[in-house]
T-cell receptor, first 115, second 109 residues
Framework: EAGVAQSPRYKIIEKRQSVAFWCNPI?????LYWYQQILGQGPKLLIQ????????DSQLPKDRFSAERLKGVDSTLKIQPAKLEDSAVYLC?????????????FGQGTRLTVV | TQLLEQSPQFLSIQEGENLTVYCNSS?????LQWYRQEPGEGPVLLVT?????EVKKLKRLTFQFGDARKDSSLHITAAQPGDTGLYLC?????????FGDGTTLTVKP
């Protein structure tokens, strides 16, 4: 079974630029999560999708971050404009329908550096 | 906010030594997970503990959930260089998980 796919693996941008990350969850997984992991910290949930609907985006900085999962499969996370403090690894995870968050599978992440 | 504190933050030991890392909170969790994360990779689930006082063993790793379901420990026996990584705990409550900041373990050959 293929795992959660994320791209790109690495991205370096200047502050105030825009960036987008892509995630393709495990086939058939209804729930998709985006996490931000700053160096030296644990992952922090940004947004949770159930199919193409948003379940929880309470910790998403909506003034600059946006995410979509239009067809309920793959998802994109965008930052516009980026700030220095957005430097982090952005992790995508997915679970099967009705599976608890404790059974989430994580992708390898996208390491973003904002200079 | 359900804060999870992990200690120690960093641990460097020699191959063959034993170690224990801790995950503490003032909140009660429905379950608690331990993950291992290697550089450049996402976290990989090691175990889920659900019942207060529960002990689970995974080869040389022993996980314990506190009686009050607020804290947990991970004990590794005879550590090997392959155990090197970031060990994260995450508490689950009402369908949401909160991660601690992890313990970075380095096992030297």
């Amino acid at each position: 079974e293929a795992g959660v796919a994320q791209s790109p693996r690495y991205k370096i941008i200047e502050k105030r630029q825009s960036v987008a990350f892509w995630c393709n969850p495990i086939s058939g997984h209804a729930t998709l999560y985006w996490y931000q992991q700053i160096l030296g910290q644990g992952p922090k949930l940004l947004i949770q999708f159930q199919n193409n609907g948003v379940v929880d985006d309470s910790q998403l900085p909506k003034d600059r971050f946006s995410a979509e999962r239009l067809k309920g499969v793959d998802s994109t996370l965008k930052i516009q404009p980026a700030k220095l403090e957005d430097s982090a690894v952005y992790l995508c995870a997915s679970t099967a329908d009705r599976a608890p968050i404790t059974e989430a599978f994580f992708g390898q992440g996208t390491r973003l550096t904002v200079v | 906010t359900q804060l999870l504190e992990q200690s120690p933050q960093f641990l460097s030991i020699q191959e063959g030594e034993n170690l224990t890392v801790y995950c503490n909170s003032s909140s009660v969790f429905s379950s608690l997970q331990w993950y291992r994360q290697e550089p450049g990779e996402g976290p990989v689930l090691l175990v889920t503990v659900v019942t207060g006082g529960e002990v689970k063993k995974l080869k040389r790793l022993t996980f314990q959930f506190g009686d009050a379901r607020k804290d947990s420990s991970l004990h590794i026996t005879a550590a090997q260089p392959g155990d090197t990584g970031l060990y994260l705990c995450a508490g689950e409550k009402a369908g949401k998980s909160t991660f601690g900041d992890g313990t970075t373990l380095t096992v030297k050959p």
